[in-house]
């Protein structure tokens, strides 16, 4: 059984940091890229950014508005992705999901999320 | 970032009927890099469709999706219970991976 399972979200005030990190069981882990997609209560979907495989050297992108202040990085040893989010702001609040987005293969998996909550 | 707006915002139908939700591409979408997810409350999304047509493991052949270049429809052949729930595209042609803003599809 595939399972996705994120931690480390929390309360943290604006400005501040938090890693966020997803355990990862059951797929060839260090074959996948791996996602962060974010989500505000109520709202939609909010791509986050992307860590790519190994061969393609750990390639990242994120969305325009987390470029710099996010950064995603993974341990294929741990079967283990992170992200560390820094200079948070009050509109980062969200539900946080790692994911295999599976749109190459058809076989997509995604943790239950890890809510941070940026409030002073 | 290519921008995709997904039509209509809420769809009200009934079990046994048909479903087709729009999503549109302000610029081509490239490879037909387009998927569709379902989302329930509580929930996390779940991949129904990629490659703009091919239906996910597991995706009831119900589901079926189509389109090309800016425009592209999911449709739901004769609605269940458990379909009602919302919808979002996203294409990952180019980085940003894009989302539309979601089809809340409800009981009628």
């Known amino acids: 059984e595939v399972q996705l399972v994120e931690s480390g979200g929390g309360l943290v005030q604006p400005g501040g940091s938090l890693k966020l990190s997803c355990a990862a069981s059951?797929?060839?882990?260090?074959?996948?890229?791996m996602h962060w997609v974010r989500q505000a209560s109520g709202k939609g979907l909010d791509w986050v950014g992307r860590?790519?495989?190994?061969?393609?050297?750990?390639?990242?992108e994120y969305a325009a508005s987390m470029e710099g202040r996010f950064t995603i990085s993974r341990d294929d040893s741990k079967n283990m992705v992170y992200l560390q989010m820094n200079s948070l702001k009050i509109e980062d609040t969200a539900v946080y999901y790692c994911?295999?987005?599976?749109?190459?293969?058809?076989?997509?998996?995604w943790g239950q999320g890890t809510l941070v909550t940026v409030s002073s | 970032e290519i921008v995709l707006t997904q039509s209509p915002g809420t769809l009200s139908l009934s079990p046994g009927e048909r479903a087709t939700l729009s999503c549109r591409a302000r610029?081509?979408?490239?490879?037909?890099?387009l998927a569709w997810y379902q989302q329930k409350p509580g929930q996390a999304p779940r991949l129904l469709i990629y490659?703009?047509?091919s239906r996910a493991t597991g995706i009831p052949d119900r589901f079926s999706a189509s389109g090309s270049g800016t425009d592209f429809t999911l449709t739901i052949g004769r609605l269940e219970p458990e379909d009602f729930a919302v919808y979002y595209c996203?294409?990952?042609?180019?980085?940003?991976?894009?989302f539309g803003q979601g089809t809340k599809l409800e009981i009628k």
């Open positions: 059951g797929l060839s882990f260090s074959g996948s890229a």
């Open positions: 994911a295999r987005l599976g749109v190459s293969s058809g076989l997509g998996y």
């Open positions: 860590i790519r495989t190994k061969g393609n050297k750990y390639a990242t």
């Open positions: 996203q294409q990952y042609g180019d980085s940003p991976y894009t």
């Open positions: 490659g703009a047509s």
């Open positions: 610029q081509s979408v490239k490879s037909n890099y």
